[in-house]
């Protein structure tokens, strides 16, 4: 049976999720709830569309012309919810040559247990972390959790070589 992903939804189009023209995939599920969120509608997990990483690349194929400089987005929601859907849609992806870029907060990283991303960072070409804020106690304020894991999460990524924006 086809691994599946929890798809909150997909843009044919997206200009501001990495370089180029990209397919964008919401996937569904947050732990945070950032008090400026622009995507409740992601947070609750078992919401959305259960979708293949083929279902999903098919639908990158009908306008791969245009993605010529760009590439597939995983962002969310928070698209590490879901870290062995991604690392397969991400594999699949660089199978056809395709970028990817993983739009994450790096909420859930952690520093005990880096393998459950490390299969995702194999695949993954950029990182847009979204910080949300540096500061700990402003952190908890704004997303209702600390930012030591995400922190954390950015050194494993300046650790392994892994652009980041």
């Not at 370089?19 to 969120?37: A, E, K, N, S």
């Not at 393998?115 to 910080?131: F, G, N």
Request: aromatic residues 8%.
């Amino acid at each position: 049976m086809a691994l599946t992903g929890r798809i909150h939804s997909t843009e044919s189009f997206g200009t501001v999720d990495g370089p180029g023209i990209r397919f964008v995939v919401f996937m569904q599920g947050c732990p945070m709830r950032c008090l400026y969120c622009h995507n409740p509608d992601t947070w609750a997990p078992d919401g959305g569309t259960a979708m293949t990483a083929d279902e999903l690349l098919a639908l990158y194929d009908k306008n791969r012309a245009f993605y010529k400089r760009g590439g597939i987005t995983a962002t969310g929601g928070e698209p590490l919810l879901q870290p062995e859907f991604v690392a397969e849609l991400f594999c699949k992806a660089h199978e056809e040559g395709i970028h990817t870029c993983l739009d994450t907060s790096g909420i859930t990283f952690s520093p005990e247990h880096p393998e459950k991303v490390d299969a995702v960072l194999d695949h993954t070409d950029l990182v847009l972390l979204d910080i949300k804020e540096v500061t700990a106690d402003a952190h908890r304020r704004l997303t209702g959790h600390g930012n030591g894991n995400i922190l954390a999460f950015a050194r494993h990524l300046s650790d392994r070589g892994i652009p980041v924006w």
